[in-house]
C-alpha cells in the first residue's frame, strides 16, 4: 500500500474533535485553581484569614507550600486514578468508562465551590485527579481504534492541543468571573462544562464498526495496519511491566509530565510575583501572555504531531521518525532557564511559549508509543501505567516545588525543566534502542 495515498473518507477526524473537546474542558476544570490562586481574597480564606486582615509575607510562604501539597494530594490521585482507571477503560470500553471519568471530575469541579480551607481544597483536588485520569488512556485508545498507525502522532497532536485550548479559555474567562463574581464563581462555572461534555461524549462516541456512518472503505482503512485482534485480551499490570516497551513509555512520562503540570501549577504565580521581571501580571492582565503562550503550545502540539508523521512518509521507520522528533523537542526546552533570570517579560514569555510548545509536541510522539508497541486492546492499560508514573513525578515534583521557590525563587525550577526531557530520551534510547511492538501472539501467550 502507498502509505502517501489519501484516505477514502475523513469522519475519523470527528472522533479527534471529540477528543479536543474532553481534553480542553478537562483542562479548563483542572487549570482553574492556578489562576484562582493568585486571588487575595481566595488567599485568605484558604489560610482561614479575615477579609479585612493583612496576609503577612509569613502566611503567603506558608500558603505556597501548602498549595504545593494541595497539588500534590490531586497528584497522587491522578497516579492512582491513570492505574485504575486505564485498566477499567479495557474491561468495560472506551465509552463506558470515559463517561464514568467525566462524571466523577465533574462533580469534584462542581464541590470545589464550597471548599473553605486548605483541607477541604485539598480533598476537593484528590477527587478531581481520581476522575480527570480518564481522560488520556481513554483519548489514546480511541486514537488506537480509529486511526492506523502513520496518523496516529497526528492525531494525538492535535487533541492534546485541547489542553493548550483549555488553560487559554481558563485564563481568558477565570479571572473575569473572580473580578466581576468572586472566586466560588470561577469552579462552579467551569464545573458545569464537564455534564455538557458527558452528555456530548455519551451520544456521540463509538467503535468504528458499530458506526454507521463510517463508510466500509474508511473502516479498511483504519484497519490497514492488519492489527486488528479477534478478541480483546486482558493482560495484568504485571505482565505489561515485563515488558521493556512498558518502561521506556513509562520512563518519558515520569521525567516530562511533572514539567508540563509545573508550567499548568505555577506559571501564574511566577508572572505575578517574580522579583526579577520589570512588569508583572495579575488577574487583569493574564489573559493576553497566557494566550500567546498556549496558541504557540497549540500550535507546537499539531506541528511535532505532523513532523513525525511526515518522517515517516518520507520512509524513516517508526523508531527514527519518533525519536528524532522528540529530540528536536528536547533542544528546544534547554533556553528556559534563563526565563527566571530576564527583566524582560516579553522574553520570559517567548522563552516559556517555546518551551511549552516543545512539550506538547513531545506529549504527542510519546501517546503514540503505547499505541504504536502493543496491541489495541491494552493500550489504555499501557497509558495508565505510563500516567501513573508521570503523576509520581509529578507528586515529587510538586512536594518540592514550593519549597524551591520560597527559599530559591524560580531558577532552580527552570534548570529542571531544561535538563528533564534531554535525560528521559537518552534513557529511553538505552532502554528500547529501537520501537519494536509487542505482537498479539505473545501476549496471548500470557494472558491472565
Not at 3 to 15: E, Q
Request: hydrophobic residues 50%.
Amino acid at each position: 500500500m502507498n502509505i502517501t495515498a489519501p484516505s477514502p473518507g475523513n469522519y475519523r477526524w470527528r472522533m479527534v474533535a471529540l477528543l479536543f473537546l474532553a481534553t480542553t474542558i478537562n483542562y479548563v476544570d483542572r487549570q482553574v485553581l492556578s489562576f484562582t490562586m493568585t486571588d487575595e481574597l481566595f488567599r485568605k480564606e484558604m489560610m482561614g484569614v479575615g477579609p479585612d486582615q493583612i496576609l503577612t509575607q509569613e502566611a503567603l510562604d506558608r500558603f505556597k507550600i501548602q498549595y504545593g501539597d494541595v497539588d500534590a494530594a490531586f497528584k497522587f490521585a491522578y497516579a492512582i486514578g491513570f492505574l485504575v482507571v486505564g485498566w477499567l477503560i479495557d474491561r468495560i470500553g472506551t465509552r463506558r468508562g470515559f463517561a464514568l471519568g467525566i462524571y466523577v471530575w465533574s462533580i469534584a469541579a462542581v464541590a470545589t465551590t464550597f471548599v473553605s480551607s486548605m483541607r477541604g481544597l485539598a480533598l476537593a483536588r484528590t477527587s478531581l485527579g481520581i476522575g480527570e485520569a480518564a481522560n488520556f488512556p481513554a483519548a489514546v485508545k480511541t486514537v488506537s481504534e480509529w486511526f492506523p498507525k502513520r496518523e496516529r502522532s497526528f492525531a494525538s497532536g492535535l487533541f492534546n492541543a485541547g489542553a493548550n485550548v483549555g488553560i487559554i479559555l481558563t485564563a481568558l474567562v477565570v479571572p473575569w468571573l473572580i473580578l466581576k463574581f468572586g472566586w466560588r464563581s470561577s469552579f462552579f462555572v467551569t464545573g458545569i462544562l464537564g455534564f455538557i461534555l458527558l452528555a456530548v461524549w455519551w451520544f456521540t462516541y463509538t467503535k468504528p464498526h458499530r458506526n454507521p456512518r463510517l463508510s466500509k472503505a474508511e473502516l479498511a482503512y483504519i484497519h490497514s495496519d492488519n492489527d486488528q485482534e479477534q478478541q480483546p485480551l486482558k493482560v495484568s499490570w504485571g505482565k505489561l511491566l515485563s515488558y521493556k516497551q512498558t518502561w521506556a513509555f513509562a520512563i518519558g512520562k515520569f521525567m516530562a509530565d511533572p514539567i508540563w503540570w509545573f508550567y499548568m501549577t505555577w506559571l501564574p504565580d511566577f508572572f505575578n510575583s517574580n522579583d526579577a521581571l520589570e512588569q508583572r501580571l495579575d488577574l487583569k492582565s493574564f489573559g493576553i501572555p497566557f494566550l500567546i503562550i498556549y496558541i504557540v503550545s497549540d500550535a507546537g502540539s499539531v506541528f511535532f504531531g505532523w513532523l513525525s508523521t511526515q518522517f515517516m512518509n518520507l520512509g524513516w521507520t517508526a523508531n527514527r521518525a519518533r525519536k528524532t522528533t522528540m529530540l528536536i523537542c528536547a533542544l528546544c526546552v534547554v533556553p528556559i532557564f534563563f526565563a527566571a533570570q530576564t527583566s524582560s517579560l516579553y522574553v520570559a514569555i517567548a522563552l516559556i511559549s517555546m518551551a511549552t510548545a516543545a512539550h506538547q509536541g513531545w506529549a504527542a510522539n510519546m501517546y503514540t508509543f503505547a499505541s504504536d508497541l502493543f496491541p489495541k486492546s491494552v493500550v489504555a492499560s499501557v497509558t495508565g501505567i505510563g500516567g501513573m508514573f508521570g503523576a509520581v513525578g509529578g507528586i515529587l515534583l510538586a512536594l518540592l516545588a514550593g519549597r524551591i521557590i520560597t527559599a530559591f525563587g524560580y531558577l532552580p525550577m527552570f534548570i529542571i525543566a531544561g535538563c528533564a526531557y534531554l535525560i528521559a530520551l537518552t534513557i529511553i534510547h538505552l532502554v528500547l534502542p529501537k520501537l519494536e511492538p509487542v505482537s498479539v501472539e505473545e501476549l496471548e501467550s500470557v494472558v491472565v
